[in-house]
């Protein structure tokens, strides 16, 4: 089946689990809808002017006087419109950048920066607070502007020079001429002109990126409430060890000689004790208090949860020309415009003072390149996920908190959150020697009528005691502690060799990254990065510690960026990164996390690499496009052991009988195993976990049923619910499948045969902003949807889902790329959305075509290959010359 792209469904209600963007208020809402009356006529006249719409759209050929510019500036896009800019001087070159994101993507760029300064509220009321809190709360605009001194000057150079081509873009054209959004915004009443362009706004979406990859936060808040709910020793069963033996970690070599990693040594290590949760019941609902604080946060801030990515590098030894090839596809949140900028930054003569001749995938509003290759070497990232975020349960009186007994005062910081078409919010954020009270937000409900920042029910489910105030919950985050992670990217840009990109890369605090790299040499790396706390005894990352006790916080030191594992061309010639674990611990000392991906990616993506001595760039990207199911393997063969009824009930299981564990979007064995899979979830564990840790079949998920489902009897297949009755593995296996076969009847036919996996399993592209308005004829000039695609979560094509949700792709590889070190113009790359955040625009959505399909585009890096694919041509002249 060819996936598929229609409009999006008229859907008049997003409150959202799904999106997390609050469904507009009624005085905006009735703003809208007579915005909608006009915006009615209007796309009726635009099916032969479209005035309106192609209004912002950006101008591609030709010249443009642009004020600032010292000398003349190209831009060559190709079919695809991924702009290659020619300068002669690197203000030019990154002036040019700015005004070029501008155009593309502005007001992309505009939410990002009012989303990182916490103040969407001033843009969308109501619908912006939730996000709005937490982010004055972590105070991160204050953060990116103290690291704004701290960096270099060719960094701060940089980002001025992008900041002017920005303001150059704005100064010439009114909203209207910016970007749809604001001509519908207008409409419904919003007086605004956007502000000049700064150097802090760049910096301050790496706070969001973040926030995105922050580690292991909801783990620790996981394991304390489900152990409130089930007990210690049926918790460390939700939450399983990570499988040395099975899945083999990044580095598999070397360990810590004095304070620095050596690959050539035998590392010696050790682990951490699990401790319990402190505080009792009524710090357990404090916790839980906070989830629903996090749960309220909007995916444009990013997931924090069930993201992963892969990365690999092989060397010569293994490709058909013997020289290293780099592959990475970074699995983030699914938006529309997505989060990746194509782009090439390329200095005309290179040298110390314009050293630039990059290209790859940057973020709007960032100058530089953040993933991707220079003339020397490529490099890709995948999460690291180090544990750099404590929860601390604090004892809180008044305005002092506990420590060692004494009372010490809370700092406090008075915020004003200006909400339009409402009244303003006085937020005093608090916070202890560890951080920030994020339960201080919780108890805000009380007094915000609009907004519930708590999750419906789990306090309930986890507790009666009423009145929490004894207890806070603060948060301790690296990402909190200015640092120069800038400096990182432009170093990363301009690095040449093995020992320029180490260098490069310590000064890259967060969010801390597993690097792989590879250069023309043919030599391949892998370096960790990041800035990981050394913890007291008294506290091992896992559950949130006792921040009256001093012996659980941090001790002020990081693990020296010398001792993260990294690794020159190891023994084996291939590096694999899907987020699995780094180093056993048993070979290396220092903590950096207990929450690692599990592996069955990692494991898979080796499994692939290893059988192939002659890997190509194809086939490379076909590894990326792997959808086969290690769960699938594990639980069907207990699947066809049961004796189904005949006929009906037993349509599924025929299917699965020649199934061979492949998600492809035209499978039906692949929908019916998918749809078991969630009955199984819900009726193994849904009985007896509270609604908020329900079981989202994720990777960890996968460890835990492949772990009970020896055991016929275990007692998580008991349903808790039916008195008198226990239940074993295989009523429960029997009861998914029928459950299973009535819902595919029900959802897509009632024969087996046209059953497909894409029918279920779609992606779905919603503007975070517009898109979630609540109105369906605003939603559908943003949205689109309809892609069916294959893959699944945990997967190596990882199209992940949520299944306490539905089958719609909630994750996925945001972009796609793979570089061959012998011909750098033979790369090839794809995004996950087009370059133009443009609705209508032709490469709004352009590239998610391809991607659905499995397709790449080529990435030429030459001169003489961009003007060869070039399509159109824009010439930037300094003003007035």
Known sequence: MTPTMVGAENVEQH???????????????????????????????????????????PQTTGELEISGLDGEVQVIRDEAGIPQIYADSMPDLMLAQGFVHAQDRFFEMDVRRHATAGRLSELFGEAGIESDLVVRTLGWRDVATKELTLLRPATRSALDSYAEGVNAYLASRSPSEMSLEYSLLGLTGLDYNPPKWTAVDSIAWLKAMAWDLRGNMEEEIGRALTAAA??????????????????????QQGGLLGDEFDQD???????????????????????????????????LLGQGDGIGSN?????????????????????????????????????????????????????????????GHNADIAWGFTNLSPDVTDLYVERIKGDTWESDGQEL????????????????????????????????????????????????????????????????????????EPRPTADALFALN???????????????AVPGQNVVYADTEGHIGYQATGLVPIRKPGNDGRMPAAGWKSDTAWTGEFVPYDALPNVLDPDSGIITTANQAVIDPERYAPYLTADWDLGYRSSRINELLEADDELSVRSMGAIQLDDWSAIGEVLTPYLLGLEMPRGYYSDGQRLLRSWNYRQGPESGAAAYFNVVWRQVLERTFGDELPDALDADGSDRWFAVVASILPKASSSWWDDVETEGVREGRDDILLASMKAARDELTARESPNAEEWT????????????????????????????GGWEVGGGGSLVNATGWDATEGYDVVTAPSMRMVVPMDDLDAARWINLTGVSGHAFHPHYTDQTDRWARGETLPWVFSEGAVEKAGEDVLTLLPAGG
């Open 15 to 57: 409150s959202s689990p799904e999106t997390g963007f609050r469904r507009w208020p009624r005085s905006v809402r009735w703003l809208t809808v007579i915005a909608v009356l006009c915006t009615v006529a209007l796309v009726a006249s635009l099916t032969t002017s479209w005035v309106v719409v192609r209004k912002p759209w």
């Open 409 to 480: 005062p809370l700092v406090v910081r008075n915020e004003v959150i200006k909400v339009r078409d409402g009244e303003s919010i006085d937020l005093a954020v608090r916070s202890t020697g560890h951080g920030p009270l994020l339960s201080d937000l919780a108890r805000l409900d009380d007094e915000l009528d609009a907004v519930d920042l708590t999750e419906d029910g789990l306090v309930d489910q986890l507790t009666d005691i009423a009145g929490s105030a004894e207890y806070g919950v603060s948060l301790a985050w690296t990402a909190l």
């Open 757 to 784: 996996w894409g029918a279920l399993h779609k992606l779905e592209l919603r503007s975070a902003t517009l898109g979630e308005s609540g109105v369906g004829v605003v939603e559908r000039l943003f949205n689109r």
């Open 311 to 371: 990365g690999w590098v092989v060397d010569g030894n293994h490709t058909s020309t013997g020289e290293p090839i780099l592959a990475n596809d970074p699995h983030l949140g699914i938006s529309l415009p997505g989060v990746w900028s194509q782009v090439g930054l390329h200095c005309r003569t290179v040298s110390t003072e314009c050293p630039l001749d990059v290209a790859g995938f940057s973020f709007s509003g960032v100058p530089g390149v953040v993933i």
């Open 494 to 508: 301009t690095a040449s060799d093995w020992k320029s990109f180490r260098a490069a890369l310590s000064d890259f």
């Open 230 to 251: 089930v007990g210690d020793e049926r918790m460390a069963d939700l939450y399983p060890t990570y499988p040395y033996g099975q899945h083999a970690p990044i580095v």
């Open 265 to 299: 040594v035998i590392g010696d290590g050790h682990r951490l004790l699990r401790r319990p949760p402190p505080g009792g019941r009524d710090a357990l609902t404090a916790l839980a208090e906070v989830r629903g604080v996090l749960a309220a946060v909007p995916p």
